[in-house]
């Protein structure tokens, strides 16, 4: 039941980017955040109040910390999307995997780092190294290749790049969101709890950036594009949730993790069918390098 959920969280969240798209044509990134923090906060209270769950926690340092690195991922992934094909934009969000093993790696260097030093001043209690990370570093590596396929260095208009380099930025913030879920379902904290507070980081965030970005001139009928933004999100943020809690075992939270490739698909074929944004071969081909160098980084990191 957990795959499906996490199926259901990438299909929603590809609709969530299309109204993004939308919306991003006349309100800056600030003004999307914050209103669909608003949106999503109100969603979840009633759904709280529905169904019993008190909004009141034992853990603030923990939602504030999944607070501020989700909206870090989501500011960045959204500038993404109001300056990149649709697909492009997920994929690069969708390296949160890869990101993983890159924080594995470095932790890893720092152990070994430190236990050489313990040795040389204790020879008497020499500890073995632990090998070095070849498998994952690789994967890295791959991953990267894939993301210069994607982009096409050559062939990408400058303007384009900051927008990349937001993504990459979003897929790298969303792997510490995604691990700090984790820890709050470990700690027991309900799913509506949990995305709640992440809506309210996202409405307080939006609300002062801005302050200082302005706010956009009333657009019409168009603004209703922040309403199914913040809905969706709302949903979707529920069923991934949902997804790593029910996970239980290292084997289902793997096949979780990977799974969230699948709104790369969703995102290509709305981007498509929506937008007529096509994807050349070669970027193809890079989105295939970075969903399977992703795969294996988490496959990797469960044998740990």
């Known amino acids: 039941m ?56 034992k853990y603030p340092r923990e939602h504030a910390w999944r607070s501020l690195v989700g909206v870090i991922s ?48 204790n020879p008497h209690s020499s500890r073995a190294i632990p090998p070095f990370p070849w498998g994952l570093v690789s994967t890295v590596v791959l991953g990267f290749i894939g993301v ?7 062939s990408a208009p400058p303007q384009e790049w900051a927008a990349a380099l937001g993504g990459l930025l979003g897929g790298m913030f969303a792997a510490m969101a995604y691990m700090q879920v984790t820890t709050l379902s470990h700690l027991g904290e309900p799913e509506s709890r949990v995305v709640f507070y992440f809506s309210l980081g996202s409405a307080v965030a939006g609300g002062i950036t801005m302050l200082f970005t302005g706010i956009s001139p ?15 999100a709302a949903v979707a943020q529920m069923c991934m949730t949902r997804a790593y809690a029910t996970a239980g075992s290292k ?28 994807i050349p071969l070669i970027g193809w ?9 992703g795969a294996m980084a988490t496959a990797l990191r469960s044998r740990g």
């Open 148 to 154: 210069l396929l994607v982009l096409r260095p050559s």
């Open 74 to 121: 989501m500011g960045a992934w959204f500038y993404a999307i109001g300056h990149l094909p649709l697909a492009t934009a997920t994929t690069l969000n969708s390296m949160s995997s890869i990101w993983m093993a890159v924080f594995l790696i470095l932790q890893g260097l720092w152990l070994r780092h430190l236990m050489r030093k313990d040795n040389v001043l």
């Open 218 to 232: 009333f657009p019409g009928w168009s603004v209703l594009w922040l309403l199914p933004v913040g809905v969706l």
């Open 2 to 57: 957990q795959a499906l959920w996490m199926v259901a969280a990438a299909l929603i969240f590809a609709l969530m980017s299309v109204c993004v798209k939308f919306a991003s044509q006349d309100f800056n990134t600030a003004e999307i955040i914050f209103y669909r923090g608003l949106v999503s906060m109100a969603l979840l209270a009633w759904l709280a109040k529905r169904n019993n769950v008190t909004l009141a926690t």
């Open 251 to 278: 084997r289902n939270t793997l096949v979780v993790a990977n799974l969230q490739y699948s709104g790369i698909v969703f995102a290509a074929l709305l981007s498509l069918l929506l937008f007529g944004e096509s």
């Open 285 to 293: 081909v890079g989105i295939v390098i970075i969903v399977f160098s």
